[in-house]
């Protein structure tokens, strides 16, 4: 069974840093691209960042410089994080880790396993 869980949100201040870390279970952790997409209630869910297999990354131009993402592949199970500084109101939503059908998009259709999301709120 795949399983990913998100851990690390909550509430913090505008400013602020916050790292995220998603543990993956139950696939060859790595051999897939891994991503982190958000959403709000009002929107529908976005790309935030992706990283394959072998490390490369890219993130969506709005948060190119304050979000990183990165990878371990230890067996027997793999995790990916996310990295989240200067944070801003407009960060606040639920973030969720995917692990992609093939090599990573932007495309919410192309991910293949959901985490079940972890809740970040920015305050100001």
């Known amino acids: 069974q795949v399983q990913l869980v998100e851990s690390g949100g909550g509430l913090v201040q505008v400013g602020d840093s916050l790292r995220l870390s998603c543990t993956v279970s139950g696939l060859p952790f790595g051999g897939y691209d891994m991503g982190w997409f958000r959403q709000t209630p009002e929107k529908e869910r976005e790309f935030v960042g992706a990283?394959?297999?072998?490390?490369?990354?890219?993130?969506a131009d709005a948060l190119q410089g304050r979000f990183t993402i990165s990878r371990n592949n230890t067996r027997p199970l793999g995790t990916v994080s996310l990295q989240m500084n200067d944070l801003k109101p407009e960060d606040t939503a639920v973030y969720y880790c995917a692990a992609y059908q093939g090599p990573f998009t932007s495309r919410v259709d192309n991910v293949k396993y959901w985490g079940q999301g972890t809740r970040v709120t920015v305050s100001s």
């Open positions: 990283i394959s297999w072998t490390g490369t990354t890219h993130y």
